[in-house]
């Protein structure tokens, strides 16, 4: 089944302490990214990937660090989470294209205490 | 900076009725047109894109493109209960990131 991967789905973690939320996909797409979904800002995107070994800054990239060292994984890692990152994230992976559709992941839902 | 506006709603209609949903854009470059249904707590879903102007009809739906005033819409006919959701509107801008609309939530009433 061709599917988006989150891991975990919820965490709550104290501020301060490194997390890496993970995302697999098994579609070979190329392009791969993250946003959060924040009430009454909707979806915004942290950063995104086109490539292996190729990453680039979203909208609100502050706070947050990706890596793409293989096609199937973008892990979002935090390396001192705040409270004002407590979010929905979610994964999305596509081929690059014109007319091609964003496969989600299942959600992460973070609380930073 | 590329933007993408959707009235957040909620929109309300009886089942049964056709529900009308709006974004528009500001990027004239913007290519491709997407509509996605999410329910609360969960991951967006594709409902249908456009790229061309005029209208696309897949079942119940349809969305409408209009490039020369930046705007897209869906209409949703004899809307149901399950339709209830946000909608979101986004938008591709060359062949990479899509921007989201912060969507319209839809109730639909039996």
């Known amino acids: 089944e061709a599917q988006v991967t989150q891991n975990p789905r919820y965490l709550i973690t104290v501020t301060g302490k490194k997390l890496t939320v993970t995302c697999s996909q098994n579609m070979n797409h190329e392009y791969m990214s993250w946003y959060r979904q924040d009430p009454g800002l909707g979806l915004r995107q942290i950063y995104y990937?086109?490539?292996?070994?190729?990453?680039d800054k979203g909208d609100v990239p502050e706070g947050y660090k990706v890596s793409r060292k293989e096609k199937r994984n973008f892990p979002l890692i935090l390396e001192s989470p705040s409270p004002n990152q407590t979010s929905l994230y979610f994964c999305?992976?596509?081929?690059?294209?014109?007319?091609?559709?964003?496969?989600f992941g299942q959600g992460t839902r973070l609380t930073v205490v | 900076q590329k933007e993408v506006e959707q009235n957040s709603g909620p929109l309300s209609v009886p089942e049964g009725a056709i529900a009308s949903l709006n974004c528009t854009y500001s990027?004239?470059?913007?290519?491709?047109f997407f509509w996605y249904r999410q329910y609360s707590g969960k991951s967006p879903e594709l409902i249908m894109f456009?790229?061309?102007?005029g209208d696309k009809e897949d079942g119940r739906f349809t969305a409408q493109l209009n490039k020369a005033s930046q705007y897209v819409s869906l209409l949703i006919r004899d809307s149901q209960p399950s339709d209830s959701a946000t909608y979101l509107c986004?938008?591709?801008?060359?062949?990479?990131?899509?921007?989201f609309g912060k969507g319209t939530m839809l109730l639909v009433s039996p």
């Open positions: 456009i790229y061309s102007n």
């Open positions: 990027d004239r470059g913007s290519q491709s």
């Open positions: 990937s086109m490539n292996v070994e190729v990453t």
């Open positions: 986004a938008v591709l801008l060359g062949y990479s990131t899509l921007t």
């Open positions: 999305a992976s596509r081929i690059t294209g014109a007319n091609t559709e964003a496969f």
